[in-house]
């Protein structure tokens, strides 16, 4: 494994062949997406441990998208079992999946504990789902100065994290190690994670416009087909991007096998 250097246009381009890839195998890629979220759905109504398993399994899903993403790429038909594909690589592989699943599950919450400091904890009881967000709620200004701490804070949280799930699997790099790497890849090639996040805005700045139009057009006849296009219009938008990720990995460790 070595790091490799790549230019700020990089950036772009991985947004664009993200885009490309997925749209070889829509309805496999969106549906294991689906899948995976659907799980963390079902896992948040256990009582009081419900969330933080949830959010354990982020890695293991944002792994499952970059395996058949990379599968698509090669020709391949990416099969649904690959939802599992952070457990079925042997037992030392799926023990630090594990491991990498509850680092990111405490350091999240370890996050939201410090936006809890300003503004009492409502941001965090909205973000996690235990209060609805409400025009009053949305207005305050301890609530927006709790969610841009959030947010800054989870920049350098999604550095650890972005390539450590592919650094474990493909490279079989320890947990610790793996997230140490990333944030490396991720500070040396800034620029060109810092186009690929401005491209992915860009993306979804656009898609949310037309889409918009689309649903105020069909909310005229179908309200509730208006509902449906705005949800499934956010799953295909986020299937791409985790479909994206695969490429940044590629491009700074090297191509998975």
């Known amino acids: 494994m070595k790091l490799l250097l790549v230019r700020a246009s990089a950036g772009v381009r991985w947004v664009q062949q993200g885009v490309r890839t997925f749209w070889r195998q829509p309805l496999a890629l969106t549906g294991l997406f689906f899948m995976?979220?659907?799980a963390m759905s079902l896992i948040t109504v256990i009582p009081l441990v419900g969330p933080a398993l949830a959010l354990a399994l982020l890695p293991?899903?944002?792994?499952?998208m970059m395996v058949a993403t990379a599968e698509t790429l090669q020709g391949r038909f990416p099969?649904?079992?690959?939802?599992?594909?952070?457990?079925?690589?042997?037992?030392?592989?799926?023990?630090?999946?594990?491991v990498l699943g509850a680092l990111y599950a405490g350091c999240f919450l370890a996050l939201i504990g410090l936006s809890a400091a300003v503004d009492g904890g409502q941001f965090a009881r909205v973000y996690l789902g235990g209060e609805p967000l409400t025009r009053e709620i949305a207005a305050n200004s301890d609530f927006q100065s709790?969610?841009?701490?959030?947010?800054l804070l989870y920049l350098p949280l999604s550095a650890l994290f972005?390539?450590?799930p592919g650094l474990v699997h493909w490279h079989g790099v320890p947990p610790v190690k793996a997230l140490f790497f990333s944030a490396v890849a991720c500070l040396r090639n800034l620029w060109a994670f810092a186009l690929f996040g401005l491209a992915w805005l860009a993306v979804f700045t656009a898609a949310g416009l037309v889409v918009a139009i689309a649903t105020g057009f069909v909310a005229v006849f179908m309200g509730l087909a208006a509902h449906g296009l705005m949800l499934l219009s956010a799953m295909l938008l986020a299937a791409m991007f985790f479909s994206s990720i695969v490429f940044t990995f590629r491009d700074c460790f090297g191509a998975p096998e």
Request: proline fraction near 3%.
């Open 162 to 164: 972005w390539h450590a």
């Open 36 to 38: 995976a979220m659907a």
């Open 79 to 98: 099969l649904p079992a690959l939802v599992l594909v952070a457990f079925r690589s042997g037992a030392e592989r799926r023990q630090s999946m594990l």
């Open 60 to 64: 293991a899903a944002q792994l499952s």
């Open 146 to 151: 709790a969610m841009w701490l959030a947010l």
